[in-house]
Structures are given as C-alpha cells and as structure tokens.
C-alpha cells in the first residue's frame, strides 16, 4: 500500500482538485484507492458528492477517538475510489490532539489497522503545516507538491521542504517528495514561464512532466459532485490529470 500525501500550506494552489483527480484517475486505471480528506473544509468530500454536513462519523473520528478507519469509509465514483471523509468537526482535531498520546502517529496508526486492501492512499492535507498535515507526513512514504507558479510559490516550497526534512529526521525516515506539480498553469503569462523555468533548473528530477492548465471544466466538477474525469473526459483538465496519473503510475514502476 503506497501513501502519498499531497501538500502545500499555501491555499488555493489546486491541491485538492489535484487530491480528488489523481485518486479517481488512478481508480480508472484499476487500482484500488483511498482518498483521505485531511482537510477540515471537507472540499475532497464534497467533491465527490457527499454531503459532509449529514456524516455521523469521518476522519476526526479516527484520528481523536481511535474509531476504526474502515467503518468511516464510503464507496464514490468511480469504481474503485473509496473516501474518507471530513467537515468542519475536523478543525477541533488539532486542539484536541495536542494532548493525546501518539498525537502525530494517529493516521498512520489508523492506516496500518486497516483491512481492507488498497494500492494507493492519497491524503489530501489542509492548507497549513499543523498537526493534520504532520499526521498524514508522518504516515506517507511521498509526498506530491502542487504548486501555481507566481510570486510567492518557492518561497512557501522552501518552507515546505523544511518541515519534510525534520519529519523525516523526527519521525519518517521513508519520506521522500516523489514530485512537483505545476497547477493552474497559463502559458501565456510571462511569470508563470519564468517560475516554470526556475522549478525546471533547480529540480529537473522532482519535476512532473505532466502540466495542469487553467480550466474551467476543473472549476465546475467539484459543484456537481464528480471527479473531471467523469464530468468532462474529453477536457483538457480531464487529460491533463490523466496523464498525471501514467506519469505518477510510470515512476512507481520504475522504483
């Protein structure tokens, strides 16, 4: 069972589009996936049509009450895509968890229970280097760094990395980042090139090949409950995520 973590503190870089997208693409390529929302907003769980304000149990239940992971989890298209959910009573986690024993262990903990038998998990983590997001490094053996490449974007990478190293040295001496990601990328737009090319010179082994572009297709998906692939195969959000997935599926292979 492979867990990947998909990460960056910085808000709004399409990091649970590119959660909800590369799981539900791997799923259509016959591997067994567990999508886990980290993310008190629930974003991933709505993504994929459930209603996080009517769950009894999710995520927070397995992390602060110990509650097995498997009794959380709902089947979601497609075929083969499970999901563990989260809403709003997963930002109470991170207070809660803060004295309860094994507190950065839980996930992986949790993980490491679970009978059923997955390929792929893939975690998506909330915006910000907290307990959750240390949680799911703790329990990945990689992790998928989206980026929108402007300004600020190597900086807050830096900041990134930083915390990878000392959880690594801490607690996870498997982790290892399998790849950068660029995400709403407009070729058009002269810094986005530049960003590119700087990402390109300093981690031309990290870098994904594949290149998520601005969609709107991407950004109607989520409201109406189903991955891109299902909403508009033929779009070129639809294919950039599935050609993420050969690339994410061919570095597997090749470990």
């Known amino acids: 069972m492979r867990i990947v973590a998909i990460a960056n503190q910085k808000g709004g870089v399409g990091k649970t589009t590119s959660a909800v997208n590369l799981a539900a693409a791997l799923a259509l390529a016959g591997r067994r996936v567990l999508l886990v929302d980290l993310d008190p907003q629930g974003n991933a769980t709505m993504g994929l049509g459930i209603n996080k304000q009517a769950l009894a149990r999710t995520i927070y239940h397995v992390l602060v009450e110990q509650a097995p992971l498997g009794e959380v989890l709902h089947d979601v298209s497609p075929a083969g895509l499970s999901l563990a959910p989260a809403n709003a009573d997963l930002s109470g986690a991170e207070v809660e968890l803060v004295d309860l024993e094994a507190r950065e262990r839980r996930l992986k ?91 390109e010179k300093h981690f031309p082994d990290k870098l994904y090949r594949t290149v998520i572009p601005r969609n709107v297709r991407l950004a109607e998906a989520p409201s109406y409950g189903r991955a891109i692939m299902e909403y508009d195969r033929q779009c070129s959000g639809a294919q950039a995520y599935l050609g993420l997935a050969r690339e994410f599926l061919q570095r597997e292979e090749s470990r």
């Open 109 to 199: 903990a949790a993980l490491d229970a679970l009978e059923t038998p997955f390929d792929y998990v893939i975690i998506d983590c909330p915006p910000a280097l907290n307990m959750l997001t240390v949680n799911a490094l703790v329990a990945a053996q990689s992790v998928v760094i989206p980026m929108q490449c402007e300004y600020y974007a190597l900086e807050g990478l830096t900041q990134l990395l930083a915390t990878i190293r000392r959880v690594r040295s801490q607690a996870n001496p498997d982790l290892q980042v399998d790849g950068l990601l660029r995400t709403m990328f407009d070729p058009r737009n002269r810094l986005a090139n530049e960003v590119a090319a700087e990402l």
